[in-house]
């Protein structure tokens, strides 16, 4: 199994550019299941969650082609219905399949989703909003049937903002006979690009970019061609990192995706130069602490707590952090005290005693987020860090050691 090596408390400088967006691409690859025809989308990480979901693709029945960021997907030759456990259980994106299927076909039969070891993230809100369209749910043998002769519209609402569920019932209700709103969905920039393609594609929906969504059904649609956006939480990361390390340049960035996080970073005392594409970052020497609470779109995200944390550590006093999207979404925690951090926990908040001098350890990834935060915490740490179970890190970030290596990091890849 690989691990990180790292070297620690070396500054960096240069520039990186952000990929493109994990958690938009994945949407956009499950709507090429609502037409036939060549799909084109550029600017496709890759990762191990995009490979498993073309693998996903492929075994529906659909052709690809990928090379330097560059998808083709033929969904013309599309065969089964069904999203299999031994997929589904490492990647709970692999659930966006169920909503284009059902609006195309009439039928999905999708395993319960798996992922990421830390918390509950039902898919009841996608399960409702599908019988809200008038489809069928039969659970039987850990698999999730849906069926549906014909979609009909309806008005569906999220207690909460669900991504995933925005998406999906997006994808099932451009197909479906009539009119469907959705209220309270969710508004983050993949949401919205989801949108955007499905009206190029010949949806027709209304209200984009907003919480109230209204969808006017179609018969059909026509294949996509779109590039990416960039990755928002790749972007925030590497803010972050720089917050304390050292000069960066952010490349191929969209900075109004990132309002709340850079001003976090001016409170805390950081100096940024936004500008149409690129955001620099320059090191903070006195790094002041700023609590912070995430919340949905446009909200500090989730997908950046952990990171944060992982900077705080080293501020000039405590700060407290409230993760109110997924209340036990601290596992990372535990490992950054390993490598000196000061943290104590009460229930979904966080309080972090800094300054403390972070010193190298071996520590262990256990989700997406976390593997960045422990990369973070390595690289301010003086002294040799090994971070273990990194296939997680890879699931997210594109090459993220390399672009750290550009940077100036000590960092290399090794079997562990």
Not at 167 to 190: C, D, F, R, W, Y
Not at 321 to 344: K, Q, W
Not at 400 to 411: P, Q, S, V, W, Y
Request: proline share 4%.
């Amino acid at each position: 199994m690989d691990k990180l090596v790292v070297n620690g408390a070396k500054e960096l400088s240069g520039s990186v550019e952000i990929s493109g967006a994990k958690n938009a691409v994945l949407p956009l690859m499950a709507a090429t299941l609502l037409t036939e025809g060549e799909h084109s989308i550029n600017r496709v990480p890759d990762l191990k969650d995009t490979r498993t979901f073309l693998n996903l693709l492929e075994m529906l029945g659909a052709k690809s082609t990928y090379n330097n960021g560059d998808l083709l997907v033929d969904s013309s030759t599309i065969n089964s219905v069904e999203a299999p456990y031994d997929l589904v259980k490492t990647m709970r994106a692999s659930f966006y399949v169920m909503g284009p299927l059902l609006g195309r076909f009439g039928e999905a039969r999708v395993s319960l989703p798996g992922g990421c070891a830390w918390g509950p993230r039902p898919v009841d809100y996608h399960l409702k909003g599908f019988e809200n369209l008038g489809a069928e749910i039969i659970l039987e043998k850990g698999y999730i049937i849906a069926r549906a002769k014909k979609l009909k519209g309806a008005l569906i609402h999220f207690d909460i903002p669900s991504v995933g569920a925005t998406a999906n019932i997006l994808m099932a209700s451009v197909l479906a006979e009539g009119k469907t709103q959705i209220t309270n969905a969710a508004i983050e920039p993949h949401i919205v690009q989801l949108c955007e393609v499905l009206n190029e594609m010949g949806a027709h929906i209304e209200g984009v970019g907003s919480n109230i969504l209204f969808v006017n059904g179609v018969e059909k649609l026509s294949p996509m061609k779109v590039e990416t956006i960039p990755d928002m939480i790749e972007a925030g990361t590497f803010l972050i990192a720089g917050a304390t390390l050292g000069n960066i340049t952010l490349k191929k960035v969209d900075p109004t995706h990132l309002n709340i996080v850079i001003r976090k970073l001016e409170q805390a005392g950081c100096e940024l130069v936004v500008n149409d594409n690129s955001i620099t970052v320059n090191k903070c020497d006195k790094l002041q602490p700023v609590d912070m609470t995430t919340d949905v779109h446009p909200g500090f995200p989730t997908d950046l707590q952990a990171q944060w944390v992982a900077l705080m550590s080293v501020a000039n006093g405590s700060s407290h952090i409230t993760d109110t999207i997924y209340h036990d979404r601290f596992a990372h925690v535990p490992e950054l005290i390993r490598l000196g951090a000061d943290i104590s926990l009460n229930k979904n908040m966080a309080l972090i005693r800094g300054p403390k001098k972070l010193k190298g350890a071996q520590v262990m990834s256990t989700d997406i987020r976390a593997s960045a935060s422990l990369l973070i915490g390595a690289l301010i740490a003086e002294g040799e860090s090994e971070i273990s179970r990194i296939y997680h890190i890879d699931r997210g970030y594109e090459k993220i050691e390399e672009k750290f290596k550009l940077l100036g990091a000590d960092i290399r890849r090794e079997n562990g």
